[in-house]
């Protein structure tokens, strides 16, 4: 079990102010803790935190097994494969400030690091009749996006926030970074993504519901 202390530092260097939070990780197999330093702000913007977010989840916080993980890229390529943690480490790597929107009503605006889906898609090649992406996280929570607008927004697969490890509440190992999307396309603890032609794939809340589309500045619920 791992437990999180969360401690703020005002630290004062070369006559300036610098504010940082200090997360300290405590496993159980790991009795000595590992720390890493939260950062508040980037480029002039005030960040939200990791301890910001509501714990929503439909089934609960996934714990993942980061020694056992792989995941999977199917459906319309040319070669389906998988990656552990390791081998995807070696994949390219960006950071985008993002707000992540709940339709619950609350935001948070957050740095995140990761793969782009793009370079996943190229080391699979994907066929030429897909149109859509569908995401799945290892608890059978589901979500869709069109494939051109994953590519045209670059978006990525996240596993650092705020330059530290994704937390499991957030979806170690990875959350797809949805941006202009509600919270609801954000899906955590992601173990597959699934190149498709069902461009009326509906995911979990989107059967319930809500808007296929998710966009932020569009309707919350219906078709």
């Known amino acids: 079990m791992t437990r999180r202390v ?5 630290v004062v260097a070369l006559g300036t102010l610098a504010v940082v939070a200090v997360s300290l990780a405590h496993d159980d197999d790991n009795p000595e803790g590992i720390q890493e330093v939260e950062i ?24 993942i097994d980061p020694l056992t993980y792989a995941l999977l890229v199917d459906g319309l390529v040319s070669q389906t494969d ?4 390791a081998e995807l480490s070696e994949f390219p790597r960006t950071s985008k400030l993002v ?15 990761g793969i782009p889906l793009a370079a996943l898609f190229d080391a699979v090649d994907v066929s030429e009749g897909a149109n859509t992406v569908i995401f799945h996280a290892v608890d059978g929570y589901t979500t869709s996006l069109p494939l051109d607008f994953v590519l045209e927004r670059d978006l990525i697969i996240a596993d ?45 809340w989107e059967r319930r519901g809500f808007n296929s589309d998710g966009f932020v500045n569009g309707p919350k619920f219906g078709p």
Request: glycine share 8%; net charge negative.
């Open 82 to 85: 998988s990656w552990t943690l």
């Open 6 to 10: 969360a401690l703020v530092l005002v």
């Open 40 to 63: 508040t702000e980037y480029q002039g913007q005030r960040l939200g935190s990791v301890d910001d977010f509501r714990e929503n989840s439909v089934f609960g916080v996934q714990e």
């Open 99 to 113: 707000s992540i929107d709940c339709v619950e009503g609350w935001s948070v605006k957050a740095l995140w690091e």
């Open 160 to 204: 650092r926030i705020n330059e530290v490890v994704l937390p499991a509440a957030n979806g170690f190992p990875f959350q797809l970074v949805a941006e202009e999307k509600w919270g609801y396309k954000w899906i955590r603890w992601l173990t597959r993504i699934e190149l498709s032609d069902n461009a009326d794939y509906e995911g979990f």
